[in-house]
């Protein structure tokens, strides 16, 4: 049986390793979207920048 993060919650019998990776493998993803979203917000920032001083 495959193990979701949905079950993690909900149940109480899963293996505690296979939750807990799970666990980490999503707020993993969740810090690389705010990464990404950062990024994009800091380069549009630098950009009007520069070509607002021109």
Do not use: H, W
Request: aromatic share 4%; proline share 2%.
């Amino acid at each position: 049986m495959k193990t979701n993060l949905r079950s993690c919650y909900v149940t109480a019998n899963r293996p505690r390793n296979n939750c807990a990776s799970l666990l980490i493998k999503k707020m993993l993803d969740i810090m690389l979207e705010i990464s990404k979203t950062s990024l994009q917000v800091l380069g549009s920032e630098i950009f009007n920048q520069i070509t607002k001083s021109k």
